[in-house]
Structure formats: C-alpha cells, structure tokens
C-alpha cells in the first residue's frame, strides 16, 4: 500500500467519545488525505493536507478536524462521534493536488 | 464542471465476458483520467490512466478507451473473471494545477463463475 499504515485498523466506539485515527507515510508525498468510504455514496473527501500545519476542507468535513504536524503524519479526528460517522475512512497520499493518489488500507469506524 | 459521473452503480458479468465501465465528464481541461480498483476490505489502488494524447490504453486485459469530444471515458476488461470482482472509480484531474483528484461513485463488477 505505497508506504502508508493506518491505525487502528478497526475501531468500535461509542456516541459522544472523541476519536483520533492516524495515518502514516513513509514516501514523504506533499500531500495527504482523509475520505470517508459509504455504500452509494463511493469515496468522499472529507480533509486534505498540502503540508505541515497546512490543511484544507472536503465535501463533508463538519464533524470533522485534522492535524498534520510532521510530514509523515495525518490525524483526523471526530471530537464528539455520532452514529452518522460510521464508515470506512481512507488516508491517502499524493505527489501532487492533481496526481495520482495512493491509498492506504482503511479504517473500519464503528459508532454505537 | 468538476464532476465526474460513473456509470452502471453495478454490474454483473460472466466468466470470459467482457465488462464495460463508463464515465463522462463537463470540464475540458481534464488531461489526466486514471481507473482505480478496489478489493473488499482493501484500499483503492491505481489500476490503468491514460492522457487524452491517446484513444486507447491497453495493459492486459484492462483497456481505457477515451473520446475527447464526447467527453468520455471507459475501462474495459476482456475475458473477465471473478478475481476481477471488485469495486471500480474512474477520476479526472488536471496534472499541475491546483484541482484535487474528481472521483466517479462507483461501479460494484460481480464476475459469475
């Protein structure tokens, strides 16, 4: 998976906890993103990271905050989940905004 | 104009039949229009891309055919098989610019034995 891991790999939690999922690359691609995968609804993109301390919003990001302190790392994190937020989530990393992205292995998110 | 429409939702194929997957796009500036495939529980992966220099890509059985006027692309798998089940995206971006990556929905391939 082009160098990215991401952790945990499942995670069951319940409605109103604070939930961090991390990814990490090892290619030190610029950047990074966060999509979250539902049935019908395909890869939707919720934030990206164009470098350290810089990020940007996707088409679903209320509910939704990232971090990118280091190059190789890319927190999401859900403050407050809320069964709504259950879905596979993505990291993926790119050369370039318009290149080819690679995607790591996902995130199963459970909220109860 | 960024959107990348992905047609069928889902398809169903017989062993040694051949799968057609199609995309149409609005923004004429796209120049790059890479496939991804995706396998139950994996991450999408990079499978076929073609640049609209070219009507055809052809990597083994996968086969981008592209048609700049009408502004569509598709993926075709020759003599597919059940391995190739999977979840398929096509996307669209502009190389260089400042455009992210415009994926399609989906296109779940089940291959009947």
Same mark, same amino acid.
């Given at each position: ?47 990206? &990271?164009? +470098?350290?301390? =810089? %990020? ?9 905050? $990232? ?26 990393? &790119?050369? +370039?905004?318009? =290149? %080819? ?9 459970? $909220?109860? | ?113």
């Amino acid at each position: 998976d082009a160098g990215i891991t991401q952790s945990p790999r499942h995670k069951v939690t319940e409605t109103g906890t604070p939930v961090t999922l991390r990814c990490h690359q090892t290619e030190n691609h610029r950047y990074m993103y966060w999509y979250r995968q539902d049935p019908g609804h395909g890869l939707r993109l919720i934030h990206y &990271s164009y +470098g350290v301390k =810089d %990020t940007d919003k996707g088409e679903v990001s209320d509910g939704y905050s $990232v971090s990118r302190s280091k190059t190789e790392d890319f927190l999401l994190t859900l403050e407050s989940a809320t069964s709504s937020q259950t879905s596979v989530y993505f990291c993926a990393i &790119s050369e +370039g905004l318009a =290149d %080819t992205q690679y995607f790591g292995p996902g995130t199963r998110l459970t $909220v109860l | 104009q960024q959107q990348v429409k992905q047609s069928p939702q889902s398809l169903i194929v017989q062993k040694g039949g051949i799968s057609i997957i199609n995309c149409a796009y609005e923004n004429t500036a796209f120049d790059y229009f890479p496939w991804y495939q995706q396998f139950p529980g994996k991450g999408p992966a990079l499978l076929i891309a073609i640049r609209p220099d070219v009507s055809e890509k052809k990597e083994g059985r996968f086969t981008i055919s592209f048609n700049k006027s009408a502004k569509q692309f598709s993926l075709h798998i020759m003599d597919s098989q059940p391995g190739d089940s999977a979840t398929y995206f096509c996307a669209a971006s502009i190389r260089g610019a400042t455009n992210k990556l415009i994926f399609g929905t989906g296109t779940l391939l089940a291959v009947q034995p």
